[in-house]
């Protein structure tokens, strides 16, 4: 099994930034891909980023050009930075993992507990 645990929530004004972390044990390799999900209240989860063991990215368009994500594959860490926020990026951000980033952008293997990122207008 694969533990992923996300840290980084907080509350922060538009225009700010925040960034999160998310921690793999367990029955990880530096070979799987990572990615970031969110989910707003009354919407459905929705794909953010997700990153290749090589470092190749992918973006929703409503975060390309102020989110950025990236690893350290020695620590099994993903991060995502998030810049000029805006109150509809308010959700819970999910960090999810699997064997390749196709997997990950279309159906995870693995998903932390989720932390709350909150945008005040």
């Known amino acids: 099994q694969v533990q992923l645990v996300e840290s980084g929530r907080g509350l922060v004004q538009a225009g700010g930034s925040l960034r999160l972390s998310c921690a793999a044990s367990?029955?990880?390799?530096?070979?799987?891909?990572m990615g970031w999900f969110r989910q707003a209240p009354g919407k459905e989860r929705e794909f953010v980023a997700a990153?290749?063991?090589?470092?190749?990215?992918d973006y929703a368009d409503s975060v390309k050009g102020r989110f950025t994500i990236s690893r350290d594959n020695a620590k099994n860490t993903v991060y995502l930075q998030m810049l000029s926020l805006k109150p509809e990026d308010t959700a819970v951000y999910y960090c999810?993992?699997?064997?390749?980033?196709?997997?990950?952008?279309?159906?995870?293997?693995?998903w932390g507990q989720g932390t709350q990122v909150t945008v005040s207008s």
């Open positions: 990153i290749s063991w090589g470092g190749i990215t």
């Open positions: 367990g029955r990880i390799f530096s070979t799987d891909a």
């Open positions: 999810a993992a699997g064997r390749s980033r196709t997997v990950v952008i279309s159906q995870p293997e693995y």
